[in-house]
């Protein structure tokens, strides 16, 4: 339901003049009146803001931990919403931190408790957070877990019920089976193969129905960077099989955290071929009445699909748990043109098959899209082109991703000169308030921006130790450091291999009060830690997204500089730049590092240390990164 903008309009003043006056007023009266802390560079910010709408612009706002950016975003964002008559997208690095803004305590939540408006906020989450219930039939053919069960008993009547007249809401979301496991939820959830324009049931899925939920939200849609770029990519060909694109004409564009997207746009622009998803297809389609030639080609594509993965398996290297390098070898070349071939050959033969009604209607429909990308990828891999390639591990299987290598262009044309304001908001944007390499990383030329530091007085609550490392490992640093005391430590690594290394060195009673992650679920660890349960929290990911305030978390130490790894993509990047340190390592380096250490100072609240462990080489580094530095370093 539409609602009145929060301020009234005159034919004597413009929009944008009104919404100055407004946020003046909310900011600087009637929060504060109301308990609010506001303060001058959350104001600066909300002004930022109200000018790039004016403008149409792109902007980078990076304000410190601390200024209040949602507050001082969710103010212009809604009132533009409501006068341009379109909602505005916040787009969230991912699915927790989407329930993080909406939930009770959140900030939209307060807004509309203390102004008491009725703000329409409506969630497009990633469409693997969403039950298929073709995937579900099929499941509950071939399977009687006791999970099915719950699934079941979550679909609400008029799924299946008859009678037209029953009311349709929302349902299928991931959140709403807490109980399902994420290996039991991903045989049933949405996958990318399916078929979602041919699907019969399409009208009863849940996907769907949020969709057209979501479509007519007012004031606010919150999607995430995945599903954002999911959006770029595929509107113009959804538009041009008569499909609606993903998300619908928004008045602005908010990125929260917006230093993650670059990674987001890489992973939404990559071809993936699984080992197993075309062995199942197979399986699903080589049935009784199916022509000889067929199914001969069928089994041949199979069998030269196992021998390609295995031949890419043996001469991939690299780290284990990273991307790896694959060598391409003259025989996984020619296995590759063979499957190109022998594709060919089986669509030809699915036009006949088609016409004897032979297989599924339905899953014939979804081999062939999936045989068409097949195809379209491994031509890719075998062509000498721009792409980028690497073996991974998804999900349990084995994974071959191909990369186009040319993300910025896209980013460009289609999203940054469409003349629709784009705000990047987060703490760590720029190296010392140059947006050169986000900017870079990205496609955009045209761009303002702002840094404003965090309002916390770091030489009060922070001090910074330096430990030149000679005569003995990180690792007894490390264990010296945690033994010395029992406060809440997160200990970070930059790489999973060097977690590994430095989990092999520890004794029992040395790991006593340690987790690591990967143990079990990352946010159950988290909610132990933040409970006191855990001392030491070891992590190779967690640069990013832990906020816990005050005694929660008074020590981190930094095991090693967090330099990119030697992995396909980022050997890419440093084969494409003309000085791979200053242009790819260092501004990696550092924008990682002052996300690291941010972990430290959540509120007014929180106080404590940071411990760098430096080899030599590394501390000759110093000069380049103490200027990110909050405070100075004690070198100890
Ligand atoms: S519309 Fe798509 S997600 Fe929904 S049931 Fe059909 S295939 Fe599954």
Known sequence: MKENLPFALSKDRSFFESLSDWIGDVLYDELPEKGFECRDEQIFMAYQIEKSLKEKSVLFAEAGVGTGKTIAYLLPAISYARYTGKPALISCADETLIDQLVKKEGDIQKLQDTLGWNIDVRLAKSRDQYLCLKRLEHEQKTNNEDFLLEIEDGIPDFVYGHQSLQPVHPYGERSAFPDVNDEDWQKVNYHPIQQCAVCDIRNRCGQTIHRQNYREAADLIICSHDFLMEHVWTKESRLREGQMPLLPETSMIILDEGHLLEFAA???????????????????????????????????????????????????????????????????????????????????????????????????????????????????????????DWLEEKDGLETLVIMPRLVTDILN???????????????????????????????????????????????????????????????????????????????????????????????????????????????????????????????????????LPAEALTRVIIFDLPFPPHDPLFDAKRKFSNNPFEE?????????????????????????????????????????????LPVEINWV
């Open 266 to 388: 890489q992973r939404a622009l990559t071809y993936e071929v699984q080992s197993q998803t075309l062995v199942s297809l197979i399986d699903r389609v080589a049935q009784d009445g199916v022509r000889e030639k067929t199914l001969r080609l069928l089994e041949k594509l199979q069998d030269s699909h196992d021998d390609f993965f295995k031949e890419l398996l043996v001469h991939a290297y690299g780290e284990e748990g990273e991307r790896l390098h694959i060598k391409k070898t003259d025989l996984v070349l020619q296995i590759g043109r063979q499957i190109v071939n022998l594709v060919d050959q089986i669509l030809e033969e699915f036009v006949f098959e088609s016409e004897l009604y032979t297989i599924d209607e339905y899953d014939l429909r979804m081999f062939e899209e999936y045989l068409e990308q097949y195809v379209f990828s491994l031509k890719l891999f075998v062509q000498k082109s721009d792409a980028v």
């Open 413 to 547: 044309e289609k999203l940054f000169t469409s003349k629709l304001p784009v705000v990047f908001s987060s703490a760590t944007l720029s190296i010392n308030k140059d947006f050169t390499y986000i900017s870079d990383a990205l496609g955009i030329d045209q761009y303002h921006s702002f840094s404003v530091p965090s309002p916390f007085d770091y030489d009060e609550v922070m001090k910074i130790f330096g430990h030149s490392i000679v005569n003995m490992t990180k690792a007894q640093k490390a264990k010296e450091l945690l033994v010395d005391s029992k406060e809440p430590t997160l200990l970070l690594f930059k790489s999973k291999h060097d977690m590994v290394n430095f989990e092999h060195t520890l004794t029992a009673e040395e790991r006593l009060g340690m987790v690591f992650e990967g143990e079990r679920e990352l946010s159950s660890i988290v909610r132990d830690f933040q409970a006191g349960l855990i001392s030491t929290l070891c992590s190779y990911h967690l640069w990013e997204g832990l906020d």
């Open 584 to 628: 790819v390592e260092l501004p990696f380096m550092l924008l990682r590092l002052q996300q690291g250490m941010g972990r430290l100072i959540r509120t007014s609240a929180d106080h404590g240390s940071i411990h760098l462990l430096l080899s030599n080489e590394e501390k000759q580094l110093s000069t380049s990164f103490s200027h990110v």
